[in-house]
Structures are given as structure tokens and as C-alpha cells.
């Protein structure tokens, strides 16, 4: 079974940073495409930021130059470093794996940014 678990969440100021991990149940190899993804309160689920097997990295216009994700296939872990934090980034943050037309998701870490 497929399981998901992010870490890393919690609460900083304006300009802070936070590193999330999501640790995955298997082989991240299975996976084509890894990513981030958040919500805020009262807002859809948003793309956030993305890896695929063979490294391509996109990224959401709103945190380019900021967040940098990078996976690491020995220990099944993908990270999504969170740079110069700003109130709106404040949401629930998930990850996602992806194979095929398959995706598991995470339970979800909160990030919360104050002014």
C-alpha cells in the first residue's frame, strides 16, 4: 500500500523558512512525476511545485526563486525547501506522487507565515 507522510510544517515569520519532507512507503522510482501542492482557507488546491523521475523541475509562478524541490531516491523522500516565506503562502501543504493515471496523496502539513 502506497502511503504518503509530509513533516516539516509549522509556523514562522515573514521571510523565514521552512523545509517539508514527504517520506513515501516505496520505491519513489514507481513514481514518473513528484509534487507539491497546498491549500488556503477557502481556496482550491493549487499547484505548487513539481519533480519528475528524470529530474525536470517546474515550478508555480508565485514561488519561483523561492522554494526548491529536490528528491532523494535513497531514503524514498521528497523535499520542498521554502525560502523568504510570505503570509500567502500560508496553507496546507501536500504531496502527491503520480504514476500513470494513478496519484496518492499525503495527509497534508500546515504552514502558517505571519506578518
Known amino acids: 500500500q502506497v502511503q504518503l507522510v509530509e513533516s516539516g510544517g509549522g509556523s514562522v515569520q515573514t521571510g523565514g523558512s521552512l523545509r517539508l519532507s514527504c517520506l513515501v512507503s516505496?520505491?519513489?522510482?514507481?513514481?514518473?512525476?513528484m509534487g507539491w501542492y497546498r491549500q488556503a482557507p477557502g481556496r482550491q488546491r493549487e499547484f505548487v511545485a513539481s519533480?519528475?523521475?528524470?529530474?525536470?523541475?517546474t515550478y508555480a509562478p508565485s514561488v519561483d526563486g523561492r522554494f526548491i524541490i529536490a528528491r532523494d531516491n535513497a531514503k524514498n523522500t521528497v523535499y520542498l525547501q521554502m525560502n523568504s516565506l510570505e503570509p500567502e503562502d500560508t496553507a496546507v501543504y501536500y504531496c502527491?506522487?503520480?504514476?500513470?493515471?494513478?496519484?496518492?496523496w499525503g495527509q497534508g502539513t500546515q504552514v502558517t507565515v505571519s506578518s
Open positions: 502527491r506522487a503520480d504514476v500513470l493515471s494513478r496519484n496518492y
Open positions: 516505496v520505491n519513489i522510482f514507481e513514481f514518473n512525476v
Open positions: 519533480i519528475t523521475l528524470g529530474g525536470r523541475i
